[in-house]
């Protein structure tokens, strides 16, 4: 499954895409690391919902709460870190079968897209 999740808050759809891939929404609410390693955070878990591959919004049960939340002052990625994960994504979408080369995206992943690259032209650093 994509570590893809939706902010109830800003309505940010953000999501890790490999194990050291951090993405906070707009609005630093929640975020999601780790790739399929599914990590994610919170700073209230009623914000946090979980998109599944077919774009499914999960309602999450918390279990495992750590005791401080990684969002407090967590810098925000870099421009440098972002446009590498451009290029990650590059790399795996050019590691994909031709069939699945062919194959239709969705809006989800397009606005993953879009506000990554949002976020690299508004960052001034
Ligand atoms: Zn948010």
Not at 5 to 15: G, P, R, V, Y
Not at 38 to 43: G, H, I, R, S, W
Request: glycine share 4%; proline share 4%.
């Amino acid at each position: 499954m994509k570590n893809r999740a939706k902010c109830k808050l800003c309505q940010s759809i953000i999501e890790s895409f490999h194990s050291t891939d951090y993405v906070m929404c707009k609005c630093g609410e929640i975020a999601v690391d780790g790739g399929a390693g599914l990590k994610c955070y919170a700073k209230t878990w009623d914000n946090f919902i979980r998109i599944d591959d077919n774009g499914n919004e999960l309602i999450v049960t918390a279990t495992d709460i750590p005791d401080r939340s990684p969002l407090d002052g967590q810098a925000k990625p870099t421009r440098k870190e972002m446009i590498d994960m451009l290029d990650e994504m590059v790399k795996n979408i050019e590691r994909l079968p031709e069939a699945a080369l062919s194959s239709p995206i969705t809006h989800y992943d397009h606005l993953s897209l879009i506000l990554l690259l949002s976020s690299i032209l508004r960052s001034d650093d």
